[in-house]
């Protein structure tokens, strides 16, 4: 079973930054695709940003240019890195990992980001 753990989430100020981290339990290469998704009270949860395997990235356009998805593969670890932050992104941010081998979607359990002065 693979798990993913999610970390890095907290109170932040308006125009304030925070970087999200996402380990995973096997090398996370092995994954067709990695994201972050995000849900707030009362919302669906929606895409915030995502990985292909080959690198190539794809952005939520509420946040393109603010926040930057990255990976380490020696670390086993995806990150968000969020900057210029507003009160609308405050949210519970997931973790999620699709593997074909498995034909599967994993997910973390979540970590609050809340934006407010």
């Known amino acids: 079973q693979v798990q993913l753990v999610e970390s890095g989430g907290g109170l932040v100020q308006p125009g304030g930054s925070l970087r999200l981290s996402c380990a995973g339990s096997?090398?996370?290469?092995?994954?067709?695709?990695m994201g972050w998704y995000r849900q707030a009270p009362g919302k669906q949860r929606e895409l915030v940003a995502e990985?292909?395997?080959?690198?190539?990235?794809n952005y939520a356009v509420s946040v393109k240019g603010r926040f930057t998805i990255s990976r380490d593969n020696a670390k086993n670890t995806m990150y968000l890195q969020m900057n210029s932050l507003k009160p609308e992104d405050t949210a519970l941010y997931y973790c999620?990992?699709?593997?074909?081998?498995?034909?599967?979607?994993?997910w973390g359990q979540g970590t609050q980001v809340t934006v407010s002065s």
């Open positions: 990985m292909s395997s080959g690198g190539s990235t």
């Open positions: 096997r090398t996370i290469w092995s994954f067709s695709s």
């Open positions: 999620n990992a699709y593997s074909i081998q498995d034909n599967a979607n994993y």
